[in-house]
């Protein structure tokens, strides 16, 4: 006859038998971990209820300021490279307190000129969209188009009401002129062109007076 095994005997099998069964099992679960996720121990968890985790989202206790001003200044970096160079490193024309360069977006500039005197548009050679055209006493303003954006392409001096920072203005004689800018380079016998930060600031001449002054990008070349 087989002799009856205690309850404790019965007892410490059943816990070997429990252990093993643990064992094998976690042994899978890691094997399928590495196969799925790569190396589980460095994951970090992710609070959901937040948005808050590894990948950088902001949390709720975080300055929404601080998330806004990193895409402003993205945003300002990727409308510059479409835009063209506009940095404050070329020529700048100042009118009514206003200071203009090349290749800078277009729409903050004319909002603070205010009403032209005169308006015009046409479909642009170049882009896509429309060239434009803003008269203003004294200088004109041109536009060209590049996403949905206008950057300002040229502006003209029309007359010896405005002048250059440098204090050149429409009727100033050749030798004041390079006096003002000894940089300049003569281009055949009507033009002087002095060239700055990718744009050209020229001067167009009648014999050795300054009949037109104009800001031009280097874009559109």
Known sequence: ?????SKTSTMKK?????AAAMLLATGCGKEDEKTIGGSVQNMEPVDITSG?????????????????QDGGTQEGQQDSGQGGAASGAGYQFTAKGVTIEMDA???PVLEQLGEPVSYFEAAS???????KTYTYNGFELDTYPTGDKD????????????????GIAIGDTLEKLTQAYPEGSKQGDNM??????GMKLCF???GDEVKSIEYRSTVLE
């Open 1 to 5: 006859m087989k002799k009856k095994e």
């Open 14 to 18: 059943c816990a070997v038998l429990l």
């Open 52 to 68: 808050a985790g590894e990948a950088g989202a902001p949390g709720d206790g975080e300055a929404a300021g601080e998330g806004q």
């Open 105 to 107: 977006d277009a729409a």
């Open 125 to 131: 050679c170049a882009f896509e969209g429309l060239d």
């Open 151 to 166: 950057y300002i392409s040229m502006v003209v001096l029309k007359d010896d009401s405005v002048a250059t920072p440098e």
């Open 192 to 197: 002087l062109v002095c060239e700055k930060g």
């Open 204 to 206: 167009i001449l009648q």
